[in-house]
């Protein structure tokens, strides 16, 4: 061991308070803390019969700590004189499951549950036992008290498959594959974008035929089609891959007459052309997005000044 190293060492076991930080978390391995006065700050609050939690950050808006879940904590635990317990380990960053079925982890899952998604807790926990088990009946128990200091840095919930023999759980399965793709696409993770709304698509085609009769079930599952068609032809248009865009626009356009998707599809089929060149198709796009739509003062000075950038860019030769 070198002169230097164990110099520190030497420094370290000799100074009274010796702290290390984790992420924005003092534990002092050497600090004996008064828990009367340290609970003292917060507000108590009972949550069993024998445990209160005391809380030093309290975020009521967040996410409430799920029974499913697994978990990214802070743990630091002392004894009723203040000593830090396990001290190897100590305020580590430890993934935790709900689902542990270790014994140890019952009472931690009590408290957990207890807390959302950032705070911070104080727990005091009040266990009664015997001294011994010879004890007679008119010994006096004993107090033993545990501290539990837990901060919840993160949470991620497994969630449940639906039952989809249910035809509201099928469109909650839309609204899945539109959510998980529409935050793939805001992060510009235009690709993996692209394979949600396939499974959307894909998972339209395995309808059940029971449900084929009913009008607005029917007229649903359309509006979730062109979603899905629109997102996928605006993600490969981000891509730069035109061609596969133009491929989508062309078929959806004529089934979506007069809902929202229209114009849209339209404008995007409009500049796809352009963009690779084929001038022709972009003005046929144009006059027939004038001819068919019922187009507002914004919407008409769009396509106007797409056909001004079109004109002269088709007079180029390439």
């Known amino acids: 061991?070198?002169?230097?190293?164990?110099?520190?060492?030497?420094?370290?076991?000799?100074?009274?308070?010796?702290?290390?930080?984790?992420?924005?978390?003092?534990?002092?391995?050497?600090?004996?803390?008064?828990?009367?006065?340290?609970?003292?700050?917060?507000?108590?609050?009972?949550?069993?019969?024998?445990?209160?939690?005391?809380?030093?950050?309290?975020?009521?808006?967040?996410?409430?700590?799920?029974?499913?879940?697994?978990?990214?904590?802070f743990c630091e635990e002392r004894d009723f004189n203040g000593i830090l317990q396990n001290k190897d380990k100590q305020v580590q960053l430890n993934r935790f499951s709900m689902k542990s079925p270790k014994p140890e982890l019952n009472l931690i899952k009590k408290l957990l549950l207890s807390m959302h998604v950032g705070e911070e807790s104080w727990f005091k926990i009040c266990n009664f036992s015997n001294q011994?088990?010879?004890?007679?009946?008119?010994?006096?128990?004993?107090?033993?008290?545990?501290?539990?200091?837990?901060?919840?840095?993160?949470?991620?919930?497994?969630?449940?498959?639906?039952?989809?023999?249910?035809?509201?759980?099928?469109f909650l399965q839309f609204e899945k594959f539109r959510k998980d793709g529409n935050t793939l696409f805001n992060n510009s993770q235009f690709e993996n974008a692209i394979k949600k709304y396939k499974k959307g698509i894909n998972f339209m085609e395995a309808w059940p035929k029971i449900y084929d009769q009913d009008i607005q079930v029917q007229q649903k599952k359309k509006y979730y089609y062109y979603l899905f068609c629109s997102n996928m032809a605006q993600s490969y248009i981000l891509l730069k891959e035109y061609e596969k865009a133009i491929m989508i626009l062309e078929d959806i356009i004529p089934q979506c007459r007069g809902n929202e998707f229209e114009i849209k599809s339209y404008y995007r089929i409009i500049v796809c052309y352009m963009k690779t060149r084929e001038?022709?198709?972009?003005?046929?796009?144009?006059?027939?997005?004038?001819?068919?739509?019922?187009?507002?003062?914004?919407?008409?000075q769009l396509f106007n000044w797409l056909e001004k950038e079109c004109k002269p860019l088709k007079k180029v030769k390439i």
């Open 1 to 73: 061991m070198s002169q230097e190293i164990q110099k520190e060492e030497e420094k370290e076991n000799q100074s009274p308070i010796v702290s290390k930080v984790y992420e924005n978390v003092i534990i002092f391995k050497n600090l004996q803390i008064n828990m009367d006065e340290t609970l003292k700050k917060y507000q108590e609050q009972q949550i069993g019969p024998d445990i209160y939690k005391y809380n030093v950050i309290s975020l009521p808006d967040n996410d409430k700590i799920q029974n499913d879940s697994k978990l990214k904590i």
């Open 279 to 300: 001038f022709d198709k972009a003005e046929r796009y144009l006059r027939e997005v004038k001819h068919v739509c019922q187009l507002d003062v914004d919407q008409s």
């Open 132 to 170: 011994n088990e010879d004890s007679n009946e008119n010994d006096k128990q004993t107090t033993v008290f545990r501290y539990f200091k837990i901060k919840i840095v993160e949470q991620q919930i497994i969630e449940k498959p639906l039952d989809l023999t249910a035809l509201e759980n099928r």
